[in-house]
């Protein structure tokens, strides 16, 4: 089962900053935490991931708070496009295992104009 | 940009015929995966390989599955005798390195629908 719990919905206005939260109160030392996103039925697309510290690419920014309890990932500039179910993985390198996802239900985000 | 590619996109068959799908990872990467999505369900992960074998499965991998990398650039998922409950869309994805390395995320393929009747 996925480790993690994230809201089922959120709605966004396009242009704002859009922030999902993601609960991972099990996480251990050396797991790191995914966020990737599926718009319609394509195939899912990896956003960014952390292990502490907050990161930030041209997609998008993760906060991990210091407890590593939960994080946020954060769109800074919503768009239409940006409408898709996003995904929350924690995952580690399990004694040579390559981390494989454990996709939840995820988020549906729907931006709106 | 490179992409994963996988063939065909849509898929039909009859119970109990066997189909192979097909992948084309990213040419420098090493770890390859398949998942599957049954219809307004979640992506399930089904197996993982890496150096030329399996490095894990999950339940529902059993022995109707199989998967090859016959040739260094393709990557096959094989169901021997297809259910009814195989109807699903397959996601092949592939990284460059497994995770707690620098690349390791999953890039995914468009999947392909398989629908058995």
């Known amino acids: 089962d996925a480790k993690t719990t994230q809201p089922p919905s959120m709605d966004c206005a396009e242009g704002r900053a859009a922030n999902l939260p993601c609960n991972h109160s099990t996480i251990s030392g050396n797991e790191y935490v995914y966020w990737y996103r599926q718009i319609h039925s394509q195939g899912p697309q990896y956003i960014i991931h952390?292990?502490?510290n907050n990161e930030t690419n041209e997609m998008a920014s993760l906060i991990i708070t210091e407890d590593r309890k939960s994080s946020t990932l954060i769109l800074p500039h919503a768009t239409l496009r940006d409408t898709a179910v996003y995904y929350c993985?924690?995952?580690?390198?399990?004694?040579?295992?390559?981390?494989?996802?454990?996709f939840g239900k995820g988020t549906k985000l729907s931006v709106k104009p | 940009e490179p992409e994963v590619t996988q063939t065909p996109s849509h898929q039909v068959t009859q119970m109990g015929q066997e189909v192979i799908l097909r992948c084309v990872p990213i040419?420098?990467?090493?770890?390859f995966y398949w998942y599957r999505q049954i219809l307004g369900q979640k992506v399930e992960f089904l197996v993982s390989?890496?150096?030329?074998?399996?490095?894990?499965k999950s339940e529902i991998f059993d022995d109707q599955f199989s998967v090859e990398r016959p040739d260094g650039s393709n990557f096959t998922l094989k169901i021997r005798s297809t259910k009814l409950e195989d109807s699903a869309m397959y996601f092949c994805?592939?990284?460059?390195?497994?995770?707690?390395?620098?690349?390791?995320?999953?890039?995914f393929g468009p999947g392909t629908r398989l629908t058995v009747l």
């Open positions: 993985i924690v995952t580690g390198n399990y004694g040579g295992s390559q981390g494989n996802l454990i």
């Open positions: 994805a592939s990284s460059e390195g497994g995770v707690g390395t620098t690349y390791n995320e999953q890039f």
């Open positions: 390989f890496y150096n030329n074998e399996i490095s894990e």
């Open positions: 040419s420098n990467h090493l770890y």
């Open positions: 952390g292990l502490k």
